[in-house]
């Protein structure tokens, strides 16, 4: 029996969720927070992109079931579907495990088990740009951009500044998954496509703004970069009036917040990233005691 345990990291946007879909740059960055998947098998896999699967959850079903998996156990720190990389992490720990167990392989492949964590994406959300998963492969901070489905150019930004102040606060679970809200992205860019370009450039503008913050370590600007994100945000529709609310009142009392990553539109949004500088002035919003740390790291996609 050969078995292997493999743990991937949560992610965060930064800057151009959305409009990352459509070719557009973003800034994504991996957390701390883990998923360890282990897989004991006895034989041979068969090829994972033959497994036929509605969803990740589906797929997990029916690898399970097959007689050459002896188990196959899942644990997550990172909230679900809250816009923090959990689907991202089962896909990629899961494409390293079956990427070492059938090629016998020691070493992360990291091209090989990103390329793969895509596909399964694609079968969880329909047509992801390809970030999440690469910065759940790599770790650290990501410059990403999708130039075509197969054409993914990125780069791992070395040096990154401390940026002080950042915490994460949750808005509740979407009831929406980010497939859903890719799509009423799309069905919005079909109806209004003048107004959903002009976010998408708004965007690339925060995302490019970020990279001055990453290479002169000019932190002063993150507030007022999270903010114009947020407000490109409200244009494409993906933030609810929770979270909206939430967001509203943050402002007030002088800090920043945008959702982490696609959103969410009838009830919550998921998780903010929230920029405040004192946050006792958050105790009015009945915010204050919700804030949990965000901590950031270089470690993607291991075996342990
Ligand atoms: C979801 O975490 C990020 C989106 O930009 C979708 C994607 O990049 O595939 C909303």
Redesign the pocket.
Known sequence: MNSVTVSAPGKI?IAG??A??YGYP?LLAATDKRLRLTLHIKGDLPDLNTLRAQNLAHLIKVISKLSSVKKLDIKSEIPAGS?M?SSAALAVALSAAWHKLSSGKDGAHYDVINDQAFQL?KLQ?GN?????NTVVTYGGWLWFRKETSQIKVFKMLANVPTIDHLYLLDTGKPTEN?GQ??QQVADLRERQPEKVTAAFEGMQQVARGWLEVMTSGNTKIVPDLIKQNHQHLLDIGVVSNRAKKIISQIEEAGGAAKIT??GGKSQGSGMLLVYHPQVEKLVKANVKDKLQSVEFSEQGVRYE
């Not at 992801?128 to 999440?132: A, I």
Request: aromatic share 0%; net charge negative; proline share 5%.
């Open positions: 946007i969720e959305h990352v879909v973003a816009g990389g994406e959300h992801p740009s390809g970030g999440d980010t809200m890719v990553g696609a």
